[in-house]
Structure formats: C-alpha cells, structure tokens
C-alpha cells in the first residue's frame, strides 16, 4: 500500500470520527464478527454477519458492497466460499442491511467506493468463510466422536478419514450450537480452488430475463409515484408556483413544496411527469444566472499564471525550467462531467410512525441512514434501507448529503404514504454531482541529453471534500486531496518537481466520478510526459521506462501493454499508437491505443490494457472491469462535456450527451500481471489510461498534440 | 381501454391511451424488466416486440399496441432457454445488467432476420442500444455465439 492512500484511509477514519457522529467502530472486532449474537434458529446455521447455511445445503452470502456492475455479488461470496470450502453451485447471495456489523473494515461506515471492495473483504469474508467451516468442522467430530483435526472438508461436506461424509446441510442444525472460534487458520494461497479462477457470475441469469430488481421496479402495496420539479439553475429558490392546472389532472394526489422543488404525487409516474409539465414555477435565480463554463475556464486560465497552494516541491523546479535546454508549456482543459448512469436516480420511501423503510440503488447506506433518520425524525436505528440492484453507481449513488435519498423521505412525509421518487432522465443529467471541470497548466524542460530535468503541473478546479462531512480530509492541507491524487505521486524520476494547487469558487454540485482526481490528472500528466518525449526526440514508451527505474509495477504493466500491442511494430497507414500509465486505488494499469484520424473523426481501433490489481479474486470480472473501464474512459475523451450558459445547462439526455456505442468501440484486448502483492482496485483503475492513451495515438497518427476534453480535431495543436 | 396480447396473454387496459407503453408495462402490468433509460428513443433500455418488431416503447403511445402482439424481456423465454440468453451467460455479459434487457430484445430481432450476422449487422441493429458499463464487445461475441447455437440446432 503506498504512503499517500493509507493517509487518505486515515483521514478518513478521523474525519468520520470527528465530524459525522456515523461512526459506530472502525472495523469489525472479530469477536464481535464471530458473535452469537446473530439469530440462529434451530434449522438455520449463521455463525457471523456474513453467511447462513441451511439444511437445503444452500450457502447464503451477506454482502455488504452494493453491486452496480463491479461485479461484488460474485467475489465476494468467492472469498468466502473458498475458505468454507462450499460447493460453488451451491452458492447464493443477499444485500446487507445497514448494520455496523457491515461497515467497511476501513472506511468505518457501509459504503460502496474507492475500489475498495475486494481489497477490504480480502481477510473478512474469508476469515468469515473459516470461521463457519471450523464450526461445521466442530460438529461433525461431535457426531463422529472423532478429533476435528482429523477432518476435511470438499464441496459443501465434511469428511474423514474413511470418507464418511456429512453436507454442511446435514450440520447446519449442530454446527449452529457450536462455538464460534476466535482465531481461523486462513489456506494456503496454492491450494486456492476459487479465488483466482474466472468462476461465472452469479448475477447474470436475473439480469437477462428481467428479473433483477433495481430501485426503479421497486413496488410495493399503496405505493404512490412521485417526480420533484427542481431548479433550472443551481442555487435558484422558489419564489412561488401555480398548480391550479396540474392538481386537476389524471391521478394527481398531492402537489407540495419540498426543500428541494415541488413534488408532484400521482398514482403512476406518467401522471406524475405528466402534471409537472402544467406546473408554473418562479424561481429566483439570480445566484448563478450569469454563469458560463467558458467564462470559468478563462478565470481558471487567469488562476493558472500565479503560484497556487503547494502540494509537492523538490529540488528547485523554477531554475531548472529557465536553464532548461528545451521547454514546453501546456494547458490542458477537463469539462464537468454527470455520472449519467443507465437507470437514473430514484428512491422508494415508506415512512410510518415510527419507521422508516427504504428501497434504493445506493452506494452509502450509513451516510444516507443518518441523513434519512434527521429528515424522519427518527434514530437511526428505525430506518432500514434495502439496498437493490443499482444500474449503474460509477460514484453519483454515494451522494454526501444523500440528495435523493433525504428529497424521496421529505416527499413521504409530505404524502404520508409509500411513495416512489423516480428521476427522469433530463433531472438525473441536469441535478448536479459532477465529476469538476478541471485545468492544469504544466511546465516542463529537458536538458541537452534529453533528459527531464523539471515539471511543475499547476491545477485549479473545484474541491469535492470542501463543505461535506469530508473537508477534515484536508484537514492541515489547503488542497483537497482528491483533487490532486495521480499528479501528487507522479511516479516519473524528474528532479525538480512541483505540484501547486488553486482552488475554484463555482457553486456547481460536484462529487467523485468514476476514478475522481485521477480522471483528469491521468490524461494530464501522460499527456504531457508524452511532449516531453517528443522534445527530446525519443519514443515515447522508452521514455517513460527510463524515468521509472523504482517503479518495478508501472514497468511491469506498461512492458506488458507495450508488448501485447506490438508497440514499434508497423501499422497500417494512417494510423497511431498512443501509449499511457498511471497507478490509481492501489492497481497498476497501462494501455495502448491504436487510432486513425480521417476528415477530423476520429477512430479508436484496438485498446490493450494491461493491470496489476495484485492478487486477483475473479479474472473474468477484473477483464470485464478493464473493458468497461477503457469504454467509459473513451466516451468521455471522444464526446462528453457538460457547458453552462447563463447559468443554464446545456445537455439534457443522450442526444446532446452521446455515449460510445457498438459501432464505435474498439476492439479491447485485457492483460492481468500475476501477482502476490495486497489486492488492489478494478472498478475505477480502468479509467484514466485510456483518454491520454488516445491522445498521444492521435499525435502518433496525426502530430497534432490534444489539450482539451473532449477531443476535437479543430481544436488539436 | 386498450386491448393487446403481452407475452402471448390478452390484456385490457383502463389507461389513457397516449401513456408510452413502457410505463403501461412497467406501471400498469408489473413487467418491469422493460427498463426507462432515456424517455426520448436514444438509448434502448426499453426495447420490445411489437408484432416481432424491435420499438422503443418510451415513445410509442400505448394505444400503438392496440390489438396487437407485444413482447417483453420476461417473454423471451419462460426458462433462460433463448440462445441469446444462454449466450449472455457463457459470456458473462452483464455488469450493472440495466441495459440488458434492451440488448437482448434487440438482438433477438437482428438474429431473426440474419441468423449468421456479420460484425457490420451487428453495428447496425445494436447501435440504437447504449450500455453504460461498456459491455459492447460481450454484447458482440454473445451474439456471435448463439448465431453458432442455432446454426448447430442447439437452440429453437
């Protein structure tokens, strides 16, 4: 693990333990994770939080990860099922409930993110999964009258040595009354039957036959639905409305403000839609009316020119630019970007008396319980949350102030029934959290040899932490950490180095997107060591390797990539290859690109990625994580910004904010170094290769250098 | 009241008649594989068959499927049994899985009418089709696959 993100961990633990009041325990104390104080019924066996064994021989699975795609309803079953040595048909899984037995072992409250899943189940679930097979252990010696340590156990059964066989089903009753062990033995990584094996999801059966429930289909007896008509420009605030119209309309039950807008209530979400739509609404807008992002981007060009706060400074980056013997300067350019997740935002409240129930796709249950429980008027205790299926999470469903969990329990209580609030797609796009646009001017110099000699990347764009229950993440820092993370620990081996940070005052909502910092700070930086390359006439994939002598695991992945893609090999006419990488959420990750450019449109061809996420749980999910991840990280480079104007947003829906389709992705080829480092990250690792990938493949391919997201041809120099 | 068949069942229903059918089915008949993605015809979540047609039910008035044959995901088979879900499974297609069910709808019709599609034929029917997660190159090889299933009578 390197030094800055256990910082981070740290912080966080602290912040969470100064500022939230969530916190409940760091981690789980394994006596309390082995507990008994988990119901048992009599044909039930639950040694901990996280699996039930019944007499059926069925193995249930407690996560307490969200799955939204990453795969963590196969994994983490995985890691337990291998130290219980079930049998893997037998296998199932269940959302947790929100509980502090389910807190992330680190991050100290249930939450889905950082690409922390596996790394933080790595020991839990398994020490879970032994835990549960030294008890089923424990009473089949009972029954045999024999000594546990003569036992074995296979697939879901205890043996012995005369191959007596007994299921875990058949034990389930006896191993219940067992005592739970305060210390497991944990197997041998070599003798490993699941982890390490591309074992088949277990997710997919329901999500190809419509079965799978996601917060959308959620439906339950008397459930009303609901759509909240918010304002058109951040920070506007209802002067009044008129619903005269509207609260005539088909199945309309109520019409109300809420802090957030006013909610419309109907018996269908159509109605709903329909009735908002009739609603006329003052608002005053007079906050952000003048707003532009081309503006800002000139206020951040002007915040560029001065120092900014310093993150990172070693020898004297100053001298050695002006004594350098070559010199570039660039100004790189990132626009805000949504989530813009498949199934939009939405949330099912039932609020009674004294409970409150919810149903939603989220990635933070103990914040959005705690921000529920105030808005209810209840403990937090009272409100349970279900979490479902999400369609899609890439960070927008882990919401600080859990926007539209706290909005759907405000409209409950307003209607005082079970109600459903759905977003449409235009509310999803134009309600804010976005990744923060960003710029970084950097400067560079080589001396006569054509080495680097100096760099310093100057950022400005918005803190994600700054006035969430996270700003004592930054505590003694005047930058925000994720802001900066990726340049922060520019691994390349320049002597004088400086990382300077500037804030930017834009109310614009913005949150942690699909790799964060590392979304913008990963184009910059390989764009620009890529330059540099380029100014000192040598190839740019030897370039980097020579500048990474202690980095044995970015040369790992980077020789791989290189290697896959034929890198130096010829290619056929018009096109480029772009090489990038970059260490993010623990995991390692190198991609090449393989472009051409033609009339201006551009085509991305082929991408290799090559990853060390250490050592790896499900090969097959980690591939499917690098594809998506390199799909994602190309939509936004080739399409995606989001442009305001007088305060107003200009995209809407997919027909203004494309995403990549079939006949515009490439063809992905994935690579995993086998390792046995700490596990690493897979879900948001995938990302930041891949646009600085394609840039440095268009100046292969066309020597125009890219500077500006999203790329445009025009504006290539 | 609009009368069609869904999944080969006869339904009447008390809705008025410019209701998108999507939200008739989701809201109306409880079908709620038929997923809401974009409202406006862009993204596909919400493909269906109607009359063995490929729609986008988000724009389609309910009324449309007056007296006709409306097929959803949960139709497609009673028993994972389809090729192409057979072949979703052995290419672990899937991610978050929100967009899947338009996916398969989708290709449900390309394969009908061209059981041996090229990679172009696939372009053109599984464009209109958005997947977030980026699922595009499984979406492929799946239906590369279950062309091959059919093409060996392993499959209807």
Known sequence: ?717 | MVSFSVNKRRVNLDVDPSTPLLWALRENLGLTGTKYGCGIAQCGACTVHLNGEAIRSCVAPVSRAAGKEVTTIEGLSSDLSHPLQRAWIAEDVPQCGYCQSGQLMSAAVLLREKPQPTDEDIDEAMTGNICRCGTYPRIRKAIHRAAGMMAKGEAR
């Not at chain 1, 130290?83 to 509980?99: R, T, Y």
């Not at chain 1, 970084?440 to 760099?455: F, L, M, P, R």
């Not at chain 1, 081996?493 to 790799?515: F, G, M, T």
């Open chain 1, 1 to 717: 693990m390197s030094g800055p993100q256990m910082e981070r961990r740290e912080f966080l633990k602290f912040s969470l333990a100064a500022g939230g009041g969530l916190l409940i325990g760091f981690s789980l104390p394994e006596a309390d994770m082995l507990a008994t104080a988990q119901a048992q019924s009599a044909t039930v066996f639950m040694p901990n939080a996280f699996v039930r064994i019944g007499t059926d021989d069925r193995v249930t699975v407690i996560v307490n990860h969200s799955e939204m795609g990453q795969g963590v309803y196969t994994a983490l079953p995985m890691l337990l099922a291998e130290e219980l040595d079930a049998d893997w048909n037998k296998v199932g899984f269940e959302s947790a409930p929100v509980d502090p037995k389910y807190n992330h072992p680190v991050f100290g409250m249930q939450i889905t993110g950082g690409s922390s899943s596996v790394w933080s189940a790595f020991e839990q679930f398994r020490k879970a999964g032994a835990a549960a097979r030294a008890m089923l252990i424990a009473a089949a010696a009972q029954q045999w009258n024999a000594n546990p340590a003569t036992l074995r156990t296979d697939s879901g059964a205890v043996l012995d040595g005369t191959n007596r066989k007994l299921t875990y089903g058949q034990l389930a009753e006896a191993a219940a009354k067992m005592t739970p062990p305060t210390e497991v033995a944990l197997k041998d990584p070599k003798t490993f039957k699941l982890i390490g094996k591309p074992v088949k999801r277990l997710d997919t059966s329901e999500k190809v036959n419509g079965k799978a429930v996601f917060g959308i289909d959620v439906k339950m007896p008397g459930m009303l639905a609901a759509v909240v008509a918010r304002p058109p420009i951040f920070g506007a605030t209802m002067k009044s409305f008129d619903d005269s119209r509207a609260r005539s309309m088909p199945g309309v039950r109520k019409i109300v403000a809420v802090p957030s807008g006013v909610a419309v209530i109907a018996d269908s979400f159509w109605q709903a839609k329909m009735a908002r739509e009739s609603l006329h609404i003052d608002w005053d807008d007079s906050a952000m009316h003048t707003f532009s992002t081309s503006q800002m981007m000139q206020q951040f060009r002007e915040q560029a020119k001065s120092p900014g706060t310093r993150v990172r400074r070693e020898g004297d980056p100053d001298t050695a630019f002006s004594q350098a013997a070559k010199k570039i300067e660039a100004v790189y350019e990132f626009p805000y970007l949504p989530h813009a997740m498949m199934e939009p935002l939405n949330c099912a409240v039932d609020l009674r008396a004294d409970s409150c129930e919810i149903w939603t796709g989220t990635q933070f249950q103990t914040v959005d319980r705690a921000n529920a429980a105030k808005i209810a008027g209840l403990p937090p205790e009272k409100v349970q949350i279900h979490t479902t299926y999400l369609g899609g999470g890439f960070g927008r469903r882990a919401n600080p102030q859990s926007d539209f969990v706290v909005e759907a329990v405000h409209v409950a209580k307003a209607v005082g029934a079970p109600v459903k609030v759905v977003w449409t797609r235009e509310d999803d796009m134009q309600g804010g959290w976005y990744r923060p646009a960003f710029l970084h001017a950097i400067a560079g110099g080589i001396d006569s040899s054509g080495n680097a000699v100096s760099w310093r990347s100057r950022l400005v764009g918005q803190s994600i932490f700054a006035g969430t229950m996270f700003e004592s993440l930054m505590k003694g820092k005047e930058y925000d950490p994720a802001s900066v993370e990726g340049v922060d620990d520019l691994p390349y081996a320049i002597p004088n180095l400086a990382v300077e940070s500037h804030k930017a005052d834009v109310k614009v909502p913005v949150q942690w997107w699909r790799s964060v910092g590392h979304s913008h700070t990963g184009f910059a930086t390989e764009c620009f060591i890529d330059e540099l390359a380029t100014l000192a006439q040598k190839d740019p994939y030897q370039f980097r390797r020579a500048l990474l002598p202690k980095h044995p695991r970015h040369l790992a992945v980077l020789d791989l990539a290189a290697q896959k893609a034929g890198w130096g090999k010829p290619l056929s006419k018009g096109r480029g290859r772009g090489i990038a990488v970059h260490f993010a959420f623990e995991s390692y990750n190198a991609q090449v690109a393989e472009v051409s450019v033609e009339d201006g449109k551009i085509r991305v061809h082929r991408i290799v990625s090559a990853v060390d996420c250490g050592h790896y749980v499900n090969p097959g999910i980690i591939a499917a994580q690098l594809e998506g991840g390199a799909i994602f990280g190309a939509s936004a480079a080739l399409f995606q910004e989001l442009t305001f104007e007088n305060g107003r947003l200009q995209q809407t829906n997919f027909h203004t904010f494309p995403m990549m389709r079939m006949n515009e992705c490439p063809e992905i080829e994935t690579h995993i170094v086998e390792s046995n480092e700490k596990s690493g990250g897979i879900g948001e690792p995938g990302v930041p290769c891949t646009a600085p990938a394609i840039a440095n493949a268009i100046f292969a391919a066309t020597g125009k250098r890219i500077r500006k997201l999203p790329i445009r041809m025009t504006e290539a120099v």
